[in-house]
């Protein structure tokens, strides 16, 4: 990748610039962090018409460069520090053509860093039903770059811009957009000279961000806050007479180039539907009602071809052990990795319709609406609207979720959203969920078309959420702070889905739980299985004699009871079954036994390790006769002493209440740390949420049982 045209998209929020991404790079994308920080990096390569091969960068979205995040530093330090790794040979501007006014300001910015430039102009069909006519070439000709028109959504164009791509100077070309050095001429001429910059922009805003940028020694950092005293400084006078030059220029380059026509100044289509979507009874109404459909449609969909997945590993299972020789390496594959891999796949179903669903709400511009609608509940519970982001996030997964907090300015909201995030219930939870509820919830139909067990999975959604926001009611008195947070938002204008976007979502999303969650599954389920296999000797020789006894065996009715047991007394003398026994008198009151007790100890890694534990304990406890899916094995399962079912509708909800709140995530502990550079808040956070789950699934199981 080394040779590779590096090229950075830069843009607006809402102005397709992802969409564009996905366009250029289709599934050759990766997305990682930026050096030393976590922000997402979603990097892809590119084949242009000359031949040549693109690494494309999709930087975060930022309004300008002065930035109001974290995330929008980022955008600055890679356009600025021609040392970091992802400096671009080339910036695709990515406007909304119909909103070219407050696209432009950012576009001048970055013009005024001298990087070549090229404008890919988005929405062009969303701009001409807009009654908006540009005059492209002009607008490229007084600006003095390419300007593409194009339609990311409908690839239109989109050949041409990367024409455009693989002929574009090398030098940047670009007009001057204001006189900058007027703006601070001796405080710029003096940074330049001292940390031999060459470009006057450059300088002046290293002189107002100099204290965030990293690539900045504390020396020079130092050097430039001497230099803004001596020239008396002010950084806010200067950014805003700055932004006043700035639209002043673009006023009169739109004067020149682009024409509304009188169809424009009607309403639009999007604020008529805004009236209902987003009213203050409806709009809830419509947004739970749709949350219904998505959860009913998850079990309905999914049912089918999970059973077909569960089919598949039951007869490859039986396969094996009819093929492959009696012994230690045939249990290890058939008990434990092909019962840990089943665990993972055949939640693949669930996993794809659950984020195809968030795709397409993402994709329409509704998500946008929800947190619009959100901002005044969130505040009266003492969080920012901003915090309803990553909480909607954490529908999916709590690790990004809390890396997004970043946007939120005010620290209290920040510090809260970051400890409640994690009580979402994040797709890790749904096969805990799904197998659970398929255990003691009938799939039988309430009124003709409500499913039961699809409401079941929503009320657990539902519960997660109020809890949420509950705990963040709490931390409203308990975390001290006198800073005002604030929330600005533009909703994007309705659109139909992508649907190839929908399903690159499903793809990749369903490929990082299989090959991220699935790999510590199948590692668990091996450990796990050895565990489950070997114990002290003498416990597991005294086991073997008792069973090879006349007497003892006369006690069983049937050589299957006989052997239920036997395999049962073997697992309980088994490592694995000393650490459950071990922890079992602190699970009891809660309805739990020892098998269960391990699978709470191993999903501490990661929550999905609990099916796949579930899977390996009952494969090693199970007669190799007898080969089942795992919701059968744990359906069949019996406590030895009082032949009662181990999983009851009270301790199965019980333990469904428990994942729902405690912290078992280990990911997640990190990014906590990582947010906030401190091991006190990742531990406070899984005290309280581990506390709080011991108490209300306690308190489920007596009331249920």
Not at 38 to 62: M, W
Not at 118 to 126: E, K
Not at 156 to 170: D, P
Not at 638 to 662: C, E, K, Q
Request: hydrophobic letters at 45%; aromatic letters at 10%.
């Amino acid at each position: 990748m080394n040779g590779d045209l590096k090229i950075a998209l830069v843009g607006n929020p809402n102005t397709g610039k992802s969409t564009l991404f996905n366009v250029l790079t289709g599934l050759n994308q990766k997305v990682g962090n930026f050096p030393g920080v976590t922000v997402d990096k979603k990097t892809g390569s590119c084949r242009l018409p000359n031949g040549k091969n693109a690494l494309v960068i999709d930087l975060p979205g930022t309004y300008s460069l002065y930035p109001k995040s974290k995330d929008e530093i980022i955008v600055f330090e890679v356009l600025a520090d021609q040392r970091n790794p992802v400096h671009p040979d080339l910036v695709v501007m990515v406007a909304d053509a119909s909103n070219l006014k407050r696209n432009l300001l950012l576009y001048t910015q970055v013009a005024d860093m001298k990087i070549p430039v090229i404008i890919a102009l988005n929405m062009m069909d969303q701009a001409r039903r807009s009654g908006i006519s540009i005059d492209v070439d002009a607008l490229s000709a007084k600006l003095g770059v390419q300007v593409v028109p194009i339609s990311a959504r409908q690839g239109e164009n989109v050949a041409a811009l990367k024409e455009a791509i693989s002929y574009a100077s090398a030098i940047p070309v670009q007009n001057d957009t204001i006189e900058v050095e007027a703006i601070a001429p001796d405080l710029i001429c003096k940074i330049q000279d001292e940390l031999q910059i060459d470009k006057p922009y450059t300088a002046l805003q290293f002189a107002h961000q100099h204290e965030n940028l990293r690539f900045l020694t504390p020396a020079q950092s130092d050097r430039i806050e001497e230099i803004e005293q001596e020239f008396s400084f002010h950084s806010q006078k200067a950014q805003a007479s700055e932004t006043i030059a700035r639209y002043q220029y673009i006023n009169e380059l739109l004067s020149d180039t682009m024409r509304v026509l009188p169809s424009a100044e009607k309403e639009i289509p999007s604020n008529r539907i805004d009236k209902v979507i987003t009213h203050r009874v409806w709009g809830f109404i419509i947004f739970f009602v749709l949350l219904f459909l998505i959860f009913q449609s998850i079990f309905a969909w999914s049912e089918y071809p999970m059973s077909l997945i569960e089919e598949l590993f039951v007869w490859i299972t039986a396969m094996a052990h009819r093929i492959l020789p009696a012994g230690i390496l045939t249990d290890l594959l058939t008990d434990g990795i092909l019962a840990g891999l089943s665990g993972v796949l055949v939640f693949i179903p669930q996993i794809a319709i659950l984020f195809g669903f968030i795709s397409i709400l993402e994709d329409t511009g509704y998500m946008a609406r929800i947190t619009f609608m959100m901002d005044k509940i969130m505040r009266r519970v003492g969080l920012n609207g901003k915090s309803v982001v990553p909480m909607i996030g954490g529908l999916a997964c709590a690790v990004p979720s809390i890396m997004s907090t970043r946007n939120i300015e005010n620290w209290k909201d920040r510090m809260i959203t970051i400890m409640v995030t994690p009580l979402v219930s994040c797709s890790a939870r749904l096969p805990i969920y799904t197998v659970l509820i398929s255990l003691v919830v009938p799939d039988r139909k309430v009124a003709g078309f409500l499913n039961m067990q699809g409401l079941a999975l929503m009320g657990m959604y539902v519960i997660s959420i109020v809890a949420a926001v509950l705990v963040a009611w709490v931390m409203k008195y308990l975390f001290k702070a006198r800073e005002k947070g604030y929330f600005i938002m533009e909703l994007p204008v309705y659109r139909m889905p992508r649907w190839d976007n929908v399903l690159l979502t499903m793809y990749e999303k369903v490929k990082t739980f299989v090959f991220e969650a699935g790999k510590v599954i199948i590692a668990i389920s091996v450990i796990l299985w050895v565990l489950a296999t070997y114990g002290p000797p003498s416990k597991r020789a005294e086991v073997e004699r008792r069973y090879q006894s006349p007497e003892y065996i006369a006690r069983f009715s049937s050589p299957s009871e006989l052997e239920l047991h036997h395999s049962s007394e073997l697992l309980e003398t088994s490592y694995a079954g000393m650490i459950g026994k071990a922890i079992e008198p602190a699970i009891k009151p809660l309805g739990y036994d020892w098998k269960i007790g391990i699978a709470l100890i191993t999903s501490f890694a990661a929550r999905e390790v609990f099916v796949g534990t579930m899977a390996t304990i009952y494969s090693v406890s199970n007669d190799e006769q007898h080969v089942s899916s795992v919701t059968t094995k744990m359906k069949e399962a019996r406590h030895p002493d009082t032949g009662l079912p181990v999983f009851t509708v009270a301790s199965a909800f019980s333990l469904m209440i428990f994942y729902a709140f405690a912290m078992q995530c280990m990911s997640t502990l990190a990014v906590v740390y990582r947010e906030t550079k401190s091991w006190k808040w990742p531990l406070i956070q899984f005290a309280y949420m581990t506390g709080l789950a011991y108490l209300a699934s306690l308190l489920v199981y007596n009331l249920l049982k």
